[in-house]
Structure formats: C-alpha cells, structure tokens
C-alpha cells in the first residue's frame, strides 16, 4: 500500500485544523442546500448518484465528516448518522451548523484508522473527502469493514486516480477492497460540466471536461443483508 509517514494521522490533524475557515465556508453552503453536490464542481445527486435512493433508517457513520454535511443530507433523509472527525475545530463547526439548522447527530472526535466503534454497527460508511484522501487505506478500508454489518456499503469520494499519482492505483485498491472483504459495486467518474471557466487545481476546463478528476467508490461488504441494511 502507498507508503504513509509515520506520524500521518497528527500531520493530517494540523492541516486539518489550520484549514478549518476554509471548509466551514462550503459547509455552510452545503448544510443549507437542498439536494446533495458533489465534488468540485458542484454536481447535484440526481446527476450523480453517489447516495443510495433510500437510507431510511440506515445506521451510517462518516469517516472523516468535517462540517458534516453529507451526515446532514442523509439525517434529512431519514438516515441515523454519526459523524467522526480527528479536528475539535472541524467538529465545534459541525457542532454550529446542527444548531443553526436544528439537526443534530452524534459527532465523535477519534480517527477513521482506529474508530470506538462496535463491530458490525452499520449499513453505510461514507466518506466524501475525508477518510478516503487523508487516510491511510491499507487501515481505514479494513477499519470500515469492521464496523460495517454484512452487506454494508462502503462508498467514498476522492480525487481520480489520473489527476493525482499519490493515490493508491485502481488495481491496488480493488485488491485492498476484496481483502477487506468487499465486492466493488460501482465507480462513478466526475467530468467538469461543459462551459465551465475555470477549475481548481493544475488542470484546464478542456481537460477536466474529457478527463474525470474526481471518483465515487461504491463497495458491499460481503454477507447477507440483516436487519436495517441499505436496499
Ligand atoms: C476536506 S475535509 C472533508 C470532509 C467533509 N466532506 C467537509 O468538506 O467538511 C477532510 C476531513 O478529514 C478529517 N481527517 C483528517 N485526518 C483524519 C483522521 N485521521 N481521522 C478522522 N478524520 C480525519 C479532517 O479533520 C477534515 O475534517
């Protein structure tokens, strides 16, 4: 698995904390909007369909929530999020936004490597930007199979494996997947829309409307559905 420093996680957790103006900014933004976006370019769920059509009374914990706003999306859709975070300032952000919409969650200070967690305590484990760009995924995969029941979904976003070299290859993470025990599902690529003028990072909209610089994973814990789990 791609090599990690040492002391990733307290890296991770400075820049997460020094970052937190900039995020509580989207989470804002996001928190008050009506259906879910994704990604850089703001594509809405009915174009890409990263959660599952129905959550209702699914327990679901997000790894990596930072303002928690895809918790808030899937409480508003009948999900029992839990949201987990390794920044205090990212949760007490998290923390102002449940009161200002009067949704409130559990929020858990800890890191997606070693969650408090039971085994086997939910149906979905969703990462968007969290877990699944600043984690180690030889730890954090195995960690949400743990805490997944049988036939739990794994589904997480990331920057694409072509935009950016340090992530792990698409065929060592598959692999990382089935060890874990995982069937991949699906993968949704993210292509700019068209006519867009600008992009964030070292592409051009010419490149980033042919190639895709992000990517939804979508995986299945292997075993049979119980109780709750997600259709
Ligand atoms: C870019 S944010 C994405 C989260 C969310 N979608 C948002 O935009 O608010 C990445 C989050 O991962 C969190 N994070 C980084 N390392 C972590 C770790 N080891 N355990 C738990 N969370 C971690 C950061 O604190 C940050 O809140």
């Known amino acids: 698995m791609t ?3 040492q002391d990733h996680a307290a890296i991770n957790r400075a820049y997460g904390d020094g970052r937190a103006g900039g995020v509580a900014g989207t989470g804002q933004r996001n928190w008050a909007a009506t ?3 994704w990604g850089i370019w703001d594509i809405p769920q009915s174009r890409l369909p990263v959660l599952p059509d129905d959550v209702a009374g699914a327990d679901v914990v997000e790894l990596g929530c930072g303002t928690a706003y895809v918790s808030a999306w899937l409480a508003r859709r009948g999900a029992r999020p839990v949201g987990l975070d390794s920044s205090r300032r990212h949760l007490a952000a998290a923390r102002a936004l449940q009161e200002r919409h009067a ?3 559990p929020l858990h200070l800890g890191d997606a490597e070693a969650t408090p967690f039971a085994d086997a305590s939910f149906d979905l484990a969703i990462s968007e930007f969290g877990a ?11 960690e949400a199979a743990r805490i997944l029941r049988p036939a739990g979904q794994l589904i997480f976003m990331r920057n694409s494996t072509l935009l950016t070299e340090s992530s792990p290859p698409r065929g060592e993470l598959i692999g990382l997947l089935r060890a874990s ?4 599902e699906d993968l949704l690529e993210a292509r700019a829309p068209a006519g867009v003028a600008s992009v964030p990072g070292p592409v051009t909209p010419a490149w980033a ?3 895709p610089a992000e990517e939804v994973w979508l995986a299945r814990r292997i075993g049979t559905a119980g109780l709750g789990a997600v259709a």
């Open 132 to 142: 699944s760009v600043w984690h180690d995924p030889g730890r954090w995969i195995p």
């Open 35 to 37: 259906e879910p976006i």
């Open 209 to 211: 409307a042919h190639w």
């Open 3 to 5: 090599e990690q420093p």
């Open 181 to 184: 025990g995982f069937v991949l």
């Open 103 to 105: 949704l409130r969650f």
